[in-house]
DNA sequence: CGAATAAACGGGACAGCGTCCCGTTTTGAC
DNA sequence: GTCAAAACGGGACGCTGTCCCGTTTATTCG
């Protein structure tokens, strides 16, 4: 087995996400790496050694939060009364999650190769239990079939990305629009 | 009458009209300031002193297509079938003219102060026009009355945000389903 | 036509940020 | 207790936007 990390350094790791996950509130995600760095008491370049890139950093900080959002997929599918109103419940807790993460939503429609780790990441927790919840909605004959799943949440952290300043902007009203675009007579 | 501006200065402006169009195609609108001014054979100054914002350079290269856009809207009003037919042109032609800016659509939904007088511009000149395209489907009994013009512009720019990287992304065809989850009965 | 003046210019100084290296400190095994 | 490896911290570097200042150029008036 692999040598195992020495104690500080998992402290320190620990203290990290603890300060990013602070920082990440009141400054948003784009918030710089000195201010994380400082919060949690260590130089630069340690943050930099734990997560080589924002990205990773982010996707530690949220891991839980997106974990519970893959499994609510089939949950939902399984405790709605349609397949479509599981998707729409689903879309609704992604834009919810998204929209309370100041600048999540312009890190997802971005395509700063930084941020790859956290693509990456996202299609491939996520990309399938909406292709499921799509797929059961097609099923059921509620939807347009000719929809992707990458591309509707792609589609949706967009909608999500202008919404920190409340210019009378409801991005989850939007994406109930979008979802109910979706429907079809076919 | 004010004093004129100086001939120099005239063709200064000019210029870096011409390279920041030129370099907006190849690196974005988001390309750093230097190359543009280096483009156009003058020092960073003269662009920043002409443009105090990157924002108002943005608006002054794109005028003409915005122009068009706002005047496309009571032209397709009066030549399409229905006022709905007008506004998912309209849209499309919005979609179209962001897409094809590299950059603009994370722009449009950014709120970096920064691009303010880019969001006062376009605001001020598309929202009316919007705003009549939505009237006119409303009081056609099309679409929902819930649907601020603002609000659906900002969606729109949010959901182009991402077009740029080829990831099997239309947005003008995710426009068209949001426009569609705009129809309602009543 | 030529000098005076105001406008405009160019390039560099400065600060903030991400990235990354290097001399120093800490840890854990023997 | 000793020592090699692991981790650390802070600073150097490059890039960018911002802005100032000494110089150049256009216009105007005698």
């Known amino acids: 087995m692999t040598r195992l990390k020495r104690a500080d350094a998992q402290r320190n790791e620990e203290s990290l996400l603890d300060a990013a996950a602070s920082v990440f509130v009141t400054a948003g995600v784009e918030a710089p790496i000195r201010d994380i760095a400082a919060k949690a ?6 943050i930099y050694r734990h997560f080589p890139t924002r990205a990773d950093l982010i996707v530690a900080v949220y891991r839980h939060q997106v974990e519970a959002l893959a499994e609510a997929g ?13 998707l729409a419940r689903w879309i609704d807790g992604f834009v919810d999650f998204v929209v309370t993460k100041q600048g999540l939503g ?36 509620e939807i347009r079939s000719d929809v992707d799943a990458q591309e509707l949440m792609r589609g949706v952290g967009g909608l999500c990305a ?8 409801d991005a989850r009203r939007l994406a109930g629009i979008l979802v109910a675009g979706l429907r079809q007579s076919g």
Chains 1, 2 share one sequence.
Request: glycine share 12%.
């Open 162 to 169: 202008g919404a920190s300043g409340n210019h009378r902007y």
């Open 106 to 141: 312009a890190v997802l429609s971005s395509d700063d190769p930084c941020f790859d780790p956290l693509h990456s990441y996202f299609l491939a927790r996520l990309v399938p239990v909406l292709t499921g919840l799509l797929d059961a909605a097609i099923g059921a004959g």
């Open 74 to 86: 089939p949950e939902l599918l399984a405790s709605s009364a349609t397949p479509f109103a599981a």
């Open 41 to 46: 008491g260590v130089g630069t370049a340690t």
